[in-house]
């Protein structure tokens, strides 16, 4: 009896070893997947030998060449542009985006669920129809091609109330009564946002910064719309979109790795480090649809 | 069909079970579609309804008021200001104003030319200092609609003001007789950061919403009824007026003038959805499965494979994207890897084989979205998965449950009755995943057999990337564009209400607690 016992906990143990040795093979397998094109990015950014695609990925030659011409491209104008669309975006966004949720998760007003479900409806239109109309209100404003950066803060800032959803989920969970004891004592409903809420929605708030501030450098169509071609105007995606058309493709594919790698290190780094509240939002989002 | 009890239903065996869910499902979509058409109809019921007594009580207000309320029925906020609410009439004399001046100066304007969409196009006009006929320009067609739509709003909010202002009297009217004190100019103030703070919070992103989102949506929905392109830009080439419902016409007819169109639109609709679908459901189980893989008892380093996953979603996707279509390029590194171990003679052209509907660019991009995709779900699924109690796996086992019993007994109905809803966001914003296709194929390789349509069709093109296309170039077809994009939003639309009216009624089918 006893012997049997053994024997059979033995073979567990064996096919435990072996499903864990697959699911170790398949982990390390799909890291190198997922890894790979970054990989081969960095290399093909430190190629010298030539500029063009090639079907091999260690250079033959090592060199700072592609990082040299990306300072002297208009590289660095781009990724400025960027920088601030994203640092003003982050900022305003958060601001309206806060203010919608908060509203909607903890006032009660006459036309609350018809604006919701209005909402709800406006989402479901295309954004890219607006483009069209977007672009001519911004010309008309002269905030087109040079001027597109503050044209594009404002469309991006303005239409920003819409992505009230995941923080408003999040202050949904924060319980009513703190706001009623507060409120109690005499609080008004300004100083219970202050003074109470906003300090317990920490990871929401940082959670909003981080996808907003992120969000501004893989914009593509709108702000190609917007720059219209003007190189002043244009953000990383935009310009480095150019480099990998045909005419170009040719003198600075590896130009577009290097560009590739100096945009990725500070966004990356900057999600690693508020890796945690993205993952708290992600998940609270989903769950609560 | 049939309806069981409860207990019937659980006498059924599995198959019968599975049919019978099957068929309450497809049962219940007519259902849902007819209390769609009568909730339409109760909200038109209800408006007249409300309309009506809008009216009535405009008209009572007016025959039971004192002179000051009968003044503010012309001059806003006379009323409030004799009473003295003086900041409110104030706010309502300056809006009147400001409105009436607007209207007078240029809202007048654009709403008389909004019929027509201008009279005057550019034409040649005899210039008698030059003695030459020189181009002048007319009207402008686009700033009219643009003007004329925002004209419209504009009288709404005064006409709700004004229903406001009249309402405000009566209110104040009836106050003071029953000896109640009125609210003071520093009373409205300092509700504006208390009982009515929401006003405040909402002012600013309602405005943005307003002007930026409903404006523009409202603006493109009415360009799909007129002529709106590259050659009728509205200004220097060509006026542009109403054409009615003929563009729709285009896109849904059979046989449009030499123009295939509802083939071409049918064609891409369909492989919409077929991406859609598996861009949807490949990513929700694969990261579900990569999940569970980490999550299990007993592998290390858990922390190191979900960072790796995690730090592809950092990466902005523009980087990744192109960097991997050109991967896969003919001459690139995917390619030449291939050739130097001599598994493949010529290179695969992954991005341009037209071959069976163009199958390879088509599996292409789909398996390419699972890599985008993967991380994201592993970290949702991971977050749910580790909410799941772990003594029901407990007891499942001394009952003698194997892994996939367990899997589709309790993980699999946990998620999915958790999920429900991200699936079906999850499936309408895949359906308009413009980076995907654009930045990995830019919608090729080209469709032949639509040559004829505007915007180049190729056969990975979703609607909303053919819709991009359809509005660049000189020859933009501005109205076509929008009708494509009423065609999307019809579809969402139908999809959503549809799983949200079902969608219940399959949770609670669900025998999970």
Redesign the interface.
Known sequence: MNETLEKRSMGLRASRTISNTLIYIVLVIMSVVWLIPFICIVLQSFRVESTWQVGYVIPQQWGWDNYIALWNSDFKRWYLNTFIIALAVAVLQTVIVLCMSYTLSRFRFKLRDGLMRFMLILGMFPGMLTMIILYRVLKDLGLTQANAVPGLILVYVASSGMGYYVSKGFFDTIPKSLDEAARVDGATRAQVLTKIILPLAKPIVIYTILTAFMAPWGDFVFARYVSFGTSAGMNVAVGMYGWLQLDQIGQKYTMFCAGGVVVAIPVTILFMCLQKYYVEGVTGGAVKG | MKRYSDLEFLKLSKGQKFLYKLTSFFAAIPRAIGNLFLAIGRFFKNLGLGVANEFKDIFTTFKEGDWKTRASFLVMGLGSIARGQVLRGLLFLLFEIVFIFYMVTTGGYWMSMLPSLGKIGPHDEYNAVLDAYTKTYGDNS?KIL?YGVLTIFFIVAFLYTWRMNVKQNKIAQEYLKAGRRLKSSGDDL?SL???Q??K???A???T??L???????V??ILVAFTNYDGTHDGYNNALFGWQGFSNFRTLLTWSGSGVNYSATFGEILTWTLIWAFFATFTNYFLGMF?AM??N?K??RLKKL?R??????????????L???S??F?K???V???L??LGWIKQAIDFWGSTANNGLLPRVMVIVINI?IGI??LM??A???LMNIPADLYESSRIDGANAWQQYTKITLPYMLF?????L??SF?SNM?N??VI??LTGGAPTNAAASGAAGSVGYTDL??TW??KI?TGAEAQ?YL??VV?IM??VV??VI?LVVYNVLPSIKNEEDFQ
Do not use: C, H
């Not at chain 2, 960072?307 to 980087?319: C, G, K, S």
């Open positions: 686009f643009l300092r950061v208390d009982e703070f929401y405040t919070l909402l600013l992103p309602l943005g919403i002007i930026f989102t409903v404006l523009p949506i603006f493109m990569v893989m980490i299990k007993g592998i494979w960072t790796v996953l995690v730090m592809t979603i950092a990466i902005p996707q523009f980087i990744s192109l960097y991997v050109k991967m390029a001459n690139g590194i390619n030449g890897l050739l130097d890599w991380p994201y970290l949702i991971t977050g749910i958790i999920t429900g809803p991200y079906l966001t309408t308009n413009f980076n654009f930045l609607l909303i819709l991009f509005t501005y564009a929008s994009g999307v939003f969402v639309a959503s």
